[in-house]
């Protein structure tokens, strides 16, 4: 099972026991490791606050540059409304990941750090003073039944190298009976050899056997105390653990949006916005502005008038030229001249890592290099492309009306009072100025 111990495991290898001189010092290092293991949570909490910073950026910049898109394209109406609040969405939404950068970063890392500091207090001479009393109450605890243990270690030693011994002189005794050059006097040294070390064996195992049994009358003792200093460590872990459980919940808290009420009304707002898009009301609008529904001079019969004759030509001022462009209307880069279309904002493309690449929804059967927001009026009824290098507002009906940066089709060379005729993208045809545009 994932995650468990199995209790069993190890338990025929007692050489890594925790009751081994010494192995006590795992128990202690869970001090540093708890401490450090703080600093690593807190480093993953501030990792992931860039991150939602970095996506609230981006959805916020993605929203200003489709919103000046929609807003200067040729999309009207309740739809284009309805369009532009997915580009509110994306604006509160970024509010939102920005929010959840500064949970992490107000809430979450400074509950980590303060717990951190209370938990676990720093030494002059380096180390934790809660790590150097689970030390010090080991080392008290252990150092009895060490001491017995190094008693009868050296106990066993003796008594084996007697066993040793014992063998080694009755080998020699052996071989001496079966060889004529032994006399009978080293035989019997050889012999007397033999059962001083049968002694001296049996002296060693009594005394191995007692040390033996005063390390086990030891054992006890021993246990309940390094079982104490162990709970008291348990009991630090304990509040480490539960605090960390907690701190993950109210990071769960923070991350999951779902759980957020304004999260889950922006999508209300959303939804209510696209499904208030009337298709009747837009195409009324279209029709009484571009359309069949617009007012008409119709023609009428005029009687003559030589004052009429007399007239200067349309559009002339005073100086006989059509208005000045002011330098105050002057298209500010990154206006409508600058975000056309992604195939003429190519460095969108650069920004992203991967191999994917984001779709290019201005692409058509020709490559997609046409602006997405162009009108296929423009093309196939002649003329030349023009952009507005000033913003110009008609002042009678057959004027145009367009914004720096505007793109419209010039249909007729300028005239000799500085006008021309052009074709807006709307279909709606009318004099501007010339020195208001240049050739694309």
Known sequence: MSGSYDESAG??????????????????????????????LMGCLQERAKIEKAYGDQLTAWSKRWRQLIEKGPQYGSVEKAWLGVMTEAEKVSELHQDVKNNLLNEDVEKVKNWQKEAYHKQMIGGFKEAKEAEEGFKKAQKPWAKKLKEMEAAKKTYHMACKEEKLAAAREANGKTEASVTPDQQKKLHEKVDKCKQDVQKAKEKYEKSL?????????????????FDQCQQHEVKRLTFLKEALLDIKRHLNLTENQSYSTIYRELERMILSANTQEDLKWFSNNHGPGMPMNWPVFEEY????????????????????????????????????????????????????????????????NRNSFEDDSSTGRGGVRVRALYDYDGQEQDELTFKAGDELTKIEDEDEQGWCRGRLDSGQEGLYPANYVESI
């Open 11 to 40: 338990a025929d290898d007692t050489m890594d026991s925790f009751w081994e001189v010494g192995n006590y010092k795992r128990a202690v290092k869970r001090f540093d490791d708890g401490h450090r293991l703080c600093n690593d």
């Open 213 to 229: 049994d005063e390390l086990n009358k030891c054992t006890p003792q021993y246990m309940e105390s390094m079982e104490q200093v």
């Open 305 to 368: 008038n030589p004052d009429q004759a007399a007239a200067p030509p349309k559009k002339k001022k005073p100086d006989g030229a059509p208005p000045t462009p002011s330098t105050d209307h002057v298209a500010p880069p990154g206006d409508r001249s600058s975000v056309s279309s992604y195939d003429k904002n190519q460095a969108y493309s650069a920004e992203w890592s991967d191999d994917e690449q984001p779709t290019a929804y201005s692409s058509n059967e020709n490559g997609g």
